[in-house]
């Protein structure tokens, strides 16, 4: 049994060495400013979430995430368990915080009570003639241009030192359940696993949390769910006409199955437009699968070495 069931992933947290140079590139991203101080930068989607991505001014590099725990009671029971404390959260949103520190060093919050923004409308989804249906009729498609319009933080990939000293880690402080563990023919285990949120009966993402055994420690991406197929390929677009640096896409994942599309920030962090992702329960239940699941895709190139 886990101490505490976390409910989501809640936010992304790096450093730069310019701020500014950071939101411009995720105002082009689809992320909008929630706060900043010259000091930190918070950046929110269209969702109620306060913030997705937090950049504090310094050395460019990932520092941690942030996850969603349901109630300030289960940050309680976790921080007993932990030996730390609970504290208030000056992010935007307030509610109180507990901060860990897991294997590889990297910090992971967990935040409960913070208070909802306002969701900002994402674009009417226009209907779509295919050939199995034609509802559009006198009417005429067309998709604005301008940035991709990100609703939330869906997951976060992190290389690790130990898959199983981090995975071990993560179950059983939140509760993951394994969707797909990934195996290699002729290594005695397993090289890391997709993860998701234990919900029971609720639905969730396929994945919430990646652990890849790397040997070392190392952010991968993190991935931002967008509003539809059309608003990834606009947002794509919009990303290659400002000279963005492409880095995987578009393509149809095989493992969670959503369409993709990757980008580097100016500091090389890897971030991904998605839409159209598995949703499962606690009794979709594990599999183990192969690379070729891992690195493959349905349709679109596979992955890239610099993905690693």
């Not at 002729?186 to 396929?206: K, N, Q, V, Y």
């Not at 967008?226 to 919009?238: I, K, N, P, S």
């Not at 998605?274 to 190139?301: C, H, M, Y």
Request: charged residues 25%.
């Amino acid at each position: 049994m886990s101490i505490i069931r976390i409910a989501d992933i809640a936010y992304v947290r790096f450093s730069a060495p310019d701020l500014e140079a950071m939101e411009v590139f995720l105002n082009e991203f689809g992320l909008t400013r929630a706060s900043a101080d010259g000091e930190t930068l918070y950046m929110r989607g269209n969702g109620t979430a306060p913030f997705l991505h937090v950049t504090h001014k310094g050395e460019a590099g990932f520092k941690g995430l942030g996850v969603r725990a349901d109630s300030i009671a289960d940050l309680e029971k976790l921080a007993a368990a932990e030996g730390v404390s609970v504290g208030a959260s000056d992010a935007p949103g307030g509610g109180k915080i507990v901060t860990l520190t897991d294997p590889d060093g990297f910090r992971v919050d967990v935040i409960a009570g913070d208070t909802p923004v306002a969701a900002i409308a994402l674009p009417v989804r226009e209907a779509t003639n295919d050939g199995r249906a034609t509802p559009r009729t006198n009417e005429v498609k067309r998709v604005k241009a301008g940035p991709a319009h990100v609703k939330r933080l869906g997951h976060c990939v992190l290389n690790v030192t130990d898959f199983r000293t981090s995975e071990r880690w993560y179950k059983d402080r939140f509760g993951f359940i394994t969707s797909d563990e990934i195996t290699i023919d002729g290594l005695p285990d397993s090289i890391g696993a997709f993860m998701r949120c234990d919900r029971g009966d609720e639905p969730t993402d396929h994945h919430t949390l990646f652990l890849v055994g790397a040997g070392a420690p190392k952010f991968n991406h993190a991935a931002f769910e967008v509003a539809d197929f059309d608003d990834l390929m606009a947002g794509h677009q919009h990303l290659k006409d400002k000279n963005r640096a492409h880095e995987w896409g578009i393509g149809r994942h095989i493992l969670g199955s959503q369409i993709f599309d990757y980008w580097r920030d100016p500091w090389g962090h890897a971030v991904e437009h998605w839409t159209d992702g598995d949703r499962v329960n606690a009794a979709f239940g594990s599999n183990k699968v192969g690379l070729d699941e891992l690195i493959g895709t349905q349709w679109g190139p596979g992955a890239p070495p610099t993905m690693g």
